[in-house]
């Protein structure tokens, strides 16, 4: 987004600030295996949501999932083995899996969405509530995704068909790339680090 013309001098947009992984953190062997198993999966979770009604969630993407043919990882709150084709999962690091699927299917809440164009994969936008159907507007408009589907109207049809057309459609994915290259070349933290030291050395 470019700097909003309200602002007043001194606010600026400085880029992502991306999390560190945890200490010790280490892959799980069964996500591994997973993916190296057969082709790229796409990932399919709704944050914190999915936890509420997991089993629904579940059931309606393993639906899509095969409608549409893929393989997946799944975040509904089911965590192991759900059928062949499709592992579920708890929290894993998004930069550490993202660029290892072929594409991302999320509730776009902003750091989600951050760290989907940062892997330079397409995304299929479900937003729920709150800045999530901004981002979701983001996506689309950036090129990166199909329309977004609001999640109050997410069906197997619907989202194995938005699942399908991310990964068919060569644009998507040559949107995404290109995003992502520019977003490497973003340190948002270092004129965060460069505006505090010129505070601590103003005092």
């Known amino acids: 987004m470019p700097r909003p ?3 007043r001098p001194g606010l600026e947009v400085t880029g992502y600030w991306w999390p560190v992984r945890p200490r010790g953190w280490q892959p799980d062997p ?8 057969g082709p790229a999966p796409v990932f399919v979770g709704f944050g914190s949501l999915a936890g509420t009604r997991a089993e629904p969630y579940t059931e ?5 999932l095969r409608r549409a043919g893929l393989r997946g990882v799944v975040q509904t709150g089911r965590e192991g083995p759900i059928t062949d084709d499709v592992l579920g999962v708890d929290d894993v690091p998004h930069d550490s899996l993202f660029p290892q699927v072929a594409a991302v299917a999320h509730h776009c809440g902003g750091g989600t969405t951050g760290a989907v164009a940062r892997a330079g ?3 299929v936008a479900v937003p729920v509530m709150n800045d999530q159907p901004f981002w979701a507007s983001r996506l689309a408009a950036l090129g990166m995704a199909p329309p977004p589907i609001p999640f109050r109207s997410l069906t197997p049809a619907r989202l194995a068909d938005a699942l399908t057309a991310s990964l068919t459609e060569p644009g998507f994915r040559q949107r995404a790339e290109a995003l992502a290259a ?3 070349a973003e340190d948002g933290a270092a004129p965060i680090v460069t505006a505090v030291n010129r505070l601590l050395g103003a005092r």
């Open 5 to 7: 013309t309200g602002w």
């Open 30 to 37: 069964v996500l591994t295996d997973f993916l190296g198993a």
């Open 60 to 64: 309606l993407v393993v639906d899509a």
């Open 121 to 123: 994969v397409p995304a």
């Open 182 to 184: 520019g977003m490497a």
